[in-house]
Structure formats: C-alpha cells, structure tokens
C-alpha cells in the first residue's frame, strides 16, 4: 500500500465516484434505520429500495455535476471538504421535491419521514466523506515520511500564492522532503500554510544544521 500511495499513480475518478455512492447509499440506510428505530419488521421492503434508490441516483448525479470525485484525495484541502457539503446539502433539497413528485404522487408511496432521514443523512454522509479524505491524506503523509532515504530536504523562500504553487509542483511526486517556507514577514512566521510551518530567515541556520 506504502508503494501505492508513494508511485504518483492516481485512484480513477470513476472509482471515488462508486466510493463515494457507497458511502452515500450505507449513510442514507443507517439514517433510514434510525428514524424507523430499526424497527426491520414494520419496514416496507419494497418502499425502502424505492426511497434509497432514488436517493442514490439524485446524489450520483449531484457528485458528478460538482466533480467532488475529481480532485486527488491524497491532497484534499477545504475547497474540498466545503463541496461535500454543499453537493450533500444540494441533493438533500433536490430529494424532497423528487420524492414528492415520484413516490407521493405517482405511486402514492407516503411511508417515510423523509425531512428526519435527510436531516441525520446530512451529518453521516458529510462526516464519512471527509473522514475518507482526511485518512487517505494522514495515510499518505505518514508513508511519504516513512521512506526519506534518498530524498532532499527543501526550503521554499516567500508563501505567497506563487510560493504555494511551487509548493504544489515540487511535491506532487516523492523526490523532495518539504521542510516549510521562509518568510520576512513577522506576521506570518510560526503559522501553518498547506502543511507546513512558516519560518524567519534568521532560522535559517538552525534550520540547516538540524536537517543535515
């Protein structure tokens, strides 16, 4: 797995897309369940492929349209996380409607309370989705700091939006070891930027010795 997560190569999109619909499916479930008080007995069996059917179909589509399965999960940041929430939070509108004009209506099918479901649905599948990048993220940095033998320890002089793009490029593969970037501003010394700590330049020379 450590060879995986270090060879540069990429999960295909389609892949986290399932990934995804699976989280999304198993979280819709446990939601359903829940409101139902897992009564198994009282539950429709029909009615509940229905509802969770249609579910599944408005989310894949949301996903899809808000591309949250194109990004590397590997380096998630809050862009990320925040279109999670708002694809969840789109399909938990879209749902209602669909299942008013689908269930209700066309097949008089009125045996859930969906706003309960959409309500707990919405703090599982957000929570399990950034869960799922967050691990795939800790699990790649802690691999790609466990295999430093013959990498270069780097410096990045600035952490501006030019510094945090060289960032990005240097780093996107397993050559470098990327030891923070170096500032002249006061303001920003001893804060956190994309993983990274911000140093003075007069720590330079304790920074080298320490790195030999």
Known sequence: MQIFLLSGKTVPRWVILLIDLSITSFSFTLSYFVVKQFEFVEILRGHFFLYTGLYALI????FY????HTGLIRYSNI??????????FISSIIYPVAVALILNYAYNINSLD??????????IASSLHIMLRTGVKGIYYQ?????TGDQKKVLIYGSDNKAVLIKQALFSGNQFIFVGFVETDLKKVNSSIQQ??????????????NNK
């Open 143 to 147: 691999a790609k700091h466990q295999t």
């Open 79 to 88: 862009h990320d996380m925040f279109r999670i929430f708002a694809s969840v």
């Open 59 to 62: 989310s894949l589509l949301v």
């Open 65 to 68: 349209f808000m591309r949250i």
């Open 114 to 123: 969906v706003s309960k479901v959409l309500l707990i649905n919405f703090f």
């Open 196 to 209: 990274g700590k911000v140093y003075h330049k007069k720590d330079l020379a304790k920074l080298k010795a």
